[in-house]
């Protein structure tokens, strides 16, 4: 990593579990990665660990940011792991305090305050956090189960990587004729399932591979790849991917 960060680096921004892959690092690459940040004189650590917690084996779990250096600052919130996005709740961890107080006189001069109702029941939340996760983690669970079904039975238009955590999952599409960009909006104006294509995250590998990004966390995930199923398969589906 150290060879990847020259003297000018000031930050580097990370989310683990991944955004959209579900990758988490293994053995010592967490610990490699904030050891070539602190190398940097002045560079600071920016960790989006808004996916934490939601881990399929919580042996993977990364020790947070902010425990780890006090160069880094941690961002979590209610949306992923408490499955509460409308509360617009999250926060900010750091050791630093001299930052800290920089980073209170910014939300002075922008929200001010958060919406008490939505602090109260961010409260709620974290009260039963134990509850809450475990409900979203079988539902993860399963819906991973299903995924890993669903691709299995399709190797010729698919190839997938299960994720380590998150609620995303980021399979590659193989062969075809459209873009992914174009392959997720036919699938959107024909079936009503909304995928996110890999163009949006202006990911577009000298290979030419693409990619979507589907969720793991919707109830309704059996009626949904039913109904993907068939589309895929049916005579008229035009494959995928253009180069």
């Not at 189960?145 to 190839?159: M, Q, V």
Request: hydrophobic share 40%; net charge neutral; aromatic share 10%.
């Amino acid at each position: 990593f150290k060879k990847l960060l020259p003297p000018s680096t000031r930050l580097v921004a990370v989310n683990f579990p991944h955004n959209p892959t579900g990758f988490i690092p293994q053995g010592e690459a967490w610990s490699e990665l904030v050891e070539a940040v602190e190398a940097v004189p002045g560079c600071r650590l920016f960790s989006d660990e808004m996916y934490r917690g939601l881990e399929f084996d919580e042996g993977a779990r990364l020790t947070a940011g902010v425990d780890m250096s006090e160069r880094a600052v941690s961002l979590c919130g209610m949306s992923k792991v408490y499955a509460l996005p409308g509360l617009r709740i999250g926060w900010l961890a750091t050791r630093d305090s001299k930052l800290m107080v920089r980073l209170k006189e910014l939300k002075d001069y922008t929200t001010i305050c958060s919406s008490a109702p939505s602090e109260v029941l961010a409260l709620l939340g974290l009260r039963a956090r134990a509850r809450v996760v475990e409900r979203n983690m079988a539902l993860m669970r399963a819906n991973l189960a299903l995924l890993e079904e669903f691709f299995a039975r399709h190797p010729d238009k698919f190839r997938w990587h299960s994720p380590l955590g998150g609620t995303v999952g980021f399979p590659e599409l193989l062969g075809g004729e459209l873009s992914s960009k174009a392959w997720c909006q036919q699938l959107v104006e024909e079936e009503g399932i909304l995928l996110l294509p890999s163009a949006a995250y202006d990911y577009q590998p000298k290979d030419g591979r693409q990619h979507f990004r589907i969720g793991l966390a919707r109830a309704n995930m059996p009626e949904v790849l039913e109904r993907f199923e068939a589309w895929c398969t049916n005579d008229d589906y035009t494959k995928n991917t253009a180069r």
